[in-house]
């Protein structure tokens, strides 16, 4: 008796299987070869695209400010440029096929995000065009645009869907937790030589080219570790807040964040020390902790560690000296000039900059970057040229300086786009945090602090916030918050019944647009 649904598996093995086996098979002669590479990417893709279609929200969410890179695609992409891509193109399908789902509107975000796509086209188009070297074009610059572009659309992304109450926890941890992947990259230099294969998937951070063939605690500026520490302190204070990390009976919380605002010193990034500094700080008074005694223990705190930090400053470890170059503390001079050579040179580049600003002001000079200045970068170091706007960074568009990243290169329009999305944020984050549901008040504080020190530091020029990757940050928060709490929360009003006489019998709060009961 003939069997028809087996002899049609065999038929499927004998005309599709076998065939690609032994085309891998070929492919596998030459492993490293980029067109065989892609073939092995897509192969992967078709193989976990069931498992995509059920896990691409969280592993968005995990890659957002995770350091993973593919190295099988052209250029080697961050994890988080495909998981956008992935994900939204898998919302939009399923948007399609299910009139039941539907993407969270929030036009207050929507239209600043339209108009900063169309003003980097614009620029791009009107200014060399999307150069993409790793794809054969004589024009550098095209990557920054991609970014900024995906930046921006992992917005809808992430508000594809609003986030289950019953996930809330699991998925926040998942957004700050993939920060800590830094950490593999800072390993290079004490990792066995049999796992080096791992740095194609985790890059070997800065760690590795300023520890020669090892790590000096302390000395070696490990920025990866000090992200890591940046990351889970985050993490904690938007599952607990200020107060239940200080004031909730669990010892072990206070001497994990702690310890991990202790790593955030090994990189030696002052920026990195301020912001988490700053973003306690702001949560401090956000969840009215200067009402509670732990204000005055703060106080009591703080006088004593600069009365024992004071005279043993110069004695700290070299990282931890330069973290704390901004305060005047009696550091060695080779932190101090450390610090200073950095500041130096940001003054420099930024008073040559500012002096091109009438020249781009209607139409930005964009990233395009002629092979001539790109070899001309590629022999320059950061601190090398006689002209501080002619160095490697300030061609490729990187200028330590968050007003300049968006003049320069997309002229008063791209500013003007900017802001307009960085206030637009700051309001839904601030809705969202005084209205929104008490069971995400902590998380919500969180964002709300952290895009509001950021914005800080970009009007007043104090932070290298780049563009490139400002878009992408913001975009992150905004929608992370609006998928917790299902769009954007207003202020609830008393709404009275009235009988046929008209008096008022009853009153019924008004429901918070995304709000659910």
């Known amino acids: 008796m003939n069997n028809a649904p087996a002899i049609l598996r065999s038929l499927i093995i004998y005309a599709v299987i076998v065939p690609l086996a032994v085309f891998i098979g070929y492919l596998l002669s030459n492993p490293l070869d980029y067109s065989s590479m892609a073939v092995y990417g897509l192969l992967a893709l078709v193989l976990v695209f069931p498992l995509l279609m059920k896990w691409h929200y969280p592993i968005l969410l995990f890659s957002w400010s995770a350091t993973i890179t593919l190295p099988f695609l052209k250029g080697a992409p961050n994890l988080w440029v495909a998981m956008v891509v992935l994900s939204l193109g898998i919302s939009i399908l399923e948007r399609i096929l299910l009139p039941n789902r539907h993407f969270i509107r929030v036009p207050q975000i929507t239209w600043p995000s339209i108009f900063l796509i169309a003003v980097i086209l614009f620029t791009a188009k009107m ?70 294969f791992i740095y194609f998937v985790f890059p070997p951070s800065g760690a590795y080219s300023g520890a020669g063939s090892g790590i000096q605690i302390g000395v070696t500026r490990m920025g990866g570790v000090g992200n890591a520490g940046v990351a889970v302190c985050l993490c904690m204070l938007a599952r607990y807040g200020v107060r239940g990390i200080f004031m909730g009976g669990k010892l072990w919380r206070i001497v994990l964040w702690i310890f991990c605002f202790g790593l955030v010193f090994l990189g030696g990034y002052r920026s990195a020390v301020l912001a988490v500094a700053g973003t306690f700080s702001i949560m401090f008074f956000m969840e009215g902790m200067h009402r509670t005694r732990l204000l005055l223990i703060s106080i009591l705190a703080g006088t004593l560690m600069v009365a024992v930090m004071a005279p043993l400053a110069s004695h700290l470890p070299f990282t931890f000296q330069r973290s704390l170059a901004f305060l005047p503390l009696d550091i060695s001079q080779e932190a101090r000039g450390s610090a200073e050579d950095s500041n130096n040179w940001r003054l420099a580049l930024w008073k040559s900059l500012w002096t091109q600003v009438p020249r781009h002001l209607l139409l930005g000079k964009g990233y395009a970057i002629s092979t001539e200045d790109f070899q001309f970068m590629g022999s320059d170091s950061a601190f090398g040229s006689i002209d501080a706007g002619q160095q490697g960074l300030a061609l490729s568009g990187d200028y330590h300086n968050g007003i300049l990243s968006v003049l320069l290169p997309f002229g008063i329009w791209g500013l003007m786009g900017y802001v307009w999305f960085m206030v637009a944020g700051l309001w839904v984050l601030h809705s969202n945090w005084q209205y929104g549901v008490p069971a995400f008040r902590t998380v919500n504080a969180l964002l709300f602090a952290c895009c509001l020190l950021d914005f800080v530091s970009f009007a007043t020029c104090m932070a290298g916030t780049w563009f490139s990757i400002g878009c992408g940050y913001w975009a992150g928060y905004v929608g992370l918050s609006i998928a917790l709490n299902n769009g954007v929360c207003r202020k609830m009003y008393p709404v009275a019944a009235e009988t046929p006489v008209g008096k008022p019998i009853r009153t019924f709060p008004r429901m918070r647009p995304g709000f659910q009961r």
């Not at 054969?136 to 869907?161: E, H, M, N, P, W």
């Open 127 to 196: 200014t060399g065009g999307f150069g993409l070297h790793a794809f054969g074009s004589d024009v550098y610059g095209g990557k920054k645009y991609i970014f900024q572009i995906i930046g921006i659309l992992s917005f809808f992304a992430i508000t594809a869907r609003p986030i289950p109450p019953e996930k809330a926890k699991w998925y926040v941890g998942l957004f700050f937790l993939g920060q800590a992947t830094c950490l593999v990259g800072d390993m290079y230099p004490i990792t066995p030589s049999f796992l080096h």
